[in-house]
């Protein structure tokens, strides 16, 4: 595949500041319909094909073998989350809820923290030391429990590891379209929060509140930190009703519509297209499957994409490491130019 020129990367930059605006007025106008139409329809495509890119990629490892580790932890989480949908784990008993979730907690952050070696480290002894390291030092991630389990599979993925994929583009591109598109992902959570507080232009559905309820636990948490509701109920009703609910689902509805916008907008440029026809029947069958799940009950699709949708959080580990240093390499050489000019 050759590289994508110059005009290529700048159209899809201002393709970008498109489609951010296009989700930030649709975000604004229905948050929650949006956000369930994005995951729903747009998210399972995504999921299919990530993992399709990543794994001919080798999952930006310097061993494919070392996705074992992330696929293992993808299905642990998967049956810890819906043990009582799984025949033969239902009746276990995995102990108190603060145990199961100290302990999903530390899994992932060995996922995560692992993930380092993975991208970086050819030796396997080298690599082997290093989990066992990030193994012992899992217990320090009770300090940053609600990070691990709740914002990194979601809001930190969905919006500030794609900002930082954006910026990194834009500094390796030198791209004036690309700089400002960052720029807009930067101010569009302040306009989404603060432009017109309080009011909901199109109100919730009752389909909308019901297929929610699987995600409400996010906006609760959120809410719990900045507003402190006196009870459960005003909690509830925070999320579908407040300002300062609508605000956040606002927010929450417009990060995950871009972030698979941004990745189908990238087919041309990074090629994740460009499978075999076998593995791209495989991909649009499941797709379908996912849709009809779906129409039929959000929650039954909700549960038969679980692992997918972890998982491709997981795989996708490696990449994030590598665009991180690429960020500051490329600030590196900036600085340099600057200098030397």
Do not use: C
């Amino acid at each position: 595949m050759s590289l994508p020129s110059a005009f290529t990367v700048h159209k899809l930059d201002y393709m970008n500041i498109g489609l951010i605006l296009f989700s930030m007025v649709l975000a604004f106008i229905v948050p929650f319909e949006l956000f369930l139409f994005a995951y729903g329809v747009l998210g399972p495509l995504h999921y299919l094909t990530e993992i399709s890119w990543l794994h001919d990629k080798n999952y930006y490892s310097t061993d494919r073998r070392d996705v074992i580790l992330l696929v293992v932890v993808s299905l642990i989480l998967t049956i810890i989350n819906l043990k009582i949908y799984i025949p033969f784990v239902k009746d276990l008993d995995f102990g108190q809820p603060e145990a199961v979730q100290t302990f999903t907690n530390q899994i992932i952050f060995i996922a995560f923290a692992s993930s380092v070696f993975f991208a970086f480290i050819k030796n396997r002894m080298l690599k082997i030391a290093g989990v066992v390291l990030v193994i012992l030092l899992s217990a320090i991630a009770e300090h940053f429990i609600l990070f691990f389990t709740v914002f990194l599979p979601t809001l930190v993925h969905v919006f500030l590891f794609t900002w930082l994929f954006m910026l990194y583009g834009a500094l390796k591109n030198r791209s004036v379209p690309g700089y400002v598109s960052v720029f807009l992902m930067v101010l569009v959570p302040f306009v989404l929060f603060y432009l017109f507080p309080g009011k909901q232009v199109i109100p919730i559905s009752n389909y909308g509140r019901t297929s929610y309820q699987g995600f409400q636990q996010l906006n609760q948490i959120i809410l719990l930190k900045v507003a402190k509701p006196a009870t459960q109920e005003n909690l509830i009703d925070m999320v579908y009703h407040s300002s300062i609910g609508i605000a956040l689902m606002r927010f929450i509805a417009f990060a995950y519509t871009y972030h698979y916008l941004n990745w189908f907008s990238k087919t041309k440029v990074i090629g994740w297209h460009e499978i075999p026809r076998t593995r791209a029947i495989f991909i649009v069958v499941l797709w379908v499957i996912s849709l009809v799940l779906y129409g039929i009950d959000y929650s039954l699709g909700f549960k038969w994409l679980f692992l997918l949708s972890f998982m491709h959080v997981m795989l996708e580990f490696p990449l994030n490491y590598i665009s991180f240093v690429g960020i500051f390499r490329e600030l590196g050489r900036n600085k340099l130019k600057t200098s030397t000019t």
